[in-house]
């Protein structure tokens, strides 16, 4: 089992253009929360699944300090959605940060998830990003550098 790289979830996409769901990436609430290299990520997992505190999103793979990087994890903020590139689509967020205390290790990757939207799931995975490897910081800043190519792109 390993956390080996990065996807968007596909139950995500088909629950947006099916209408199931209204999320909206450009004023929805967001979060990242840190995971390690316990469980195996999917990205073709349930809509249910891919929701933040279930299947490989539960609390206890889930790498988090109080007050630095709490469970649940950091609020993204700046949220928003660009389409200004032909045949491309992506959201982005700016980089999101840890307190300046925070002792973190094995982080192998994050799972940015939906607080707004309760249908069809509560907290539904919309990506998850593997970092290359375990990352860590003792008594410092982690942060979540977000690609400048999105944290999740559409390549139409």
Known sequence: MAFTASHINRAYLADVLDNTTALDLGSDAFKA????NTGTPDENATSANTAFGVGQWVTGNEISQAG??????????SPSLNSGTSDVVFFTA?????????????????????TTVA??????GICFNYYGGPNSVTNGTFTSVWAGTGIARFTL
């Open 33 to 36: 929360a840190l995971f390690g």
């Open 94 to 114: 700016s980089n999101t940060a840890s307190g300046a205390a925070a002792t973190l290790a094995n982080i192998y990757g994050v799972m940015v998830y939906d």
């Open 68 to 77: 630095q990087w709490p469970t649940g994890g950091v609020a993204l903020t």
């Open 119 to 124: 249908t069809p799931v509560a907290s539904q």
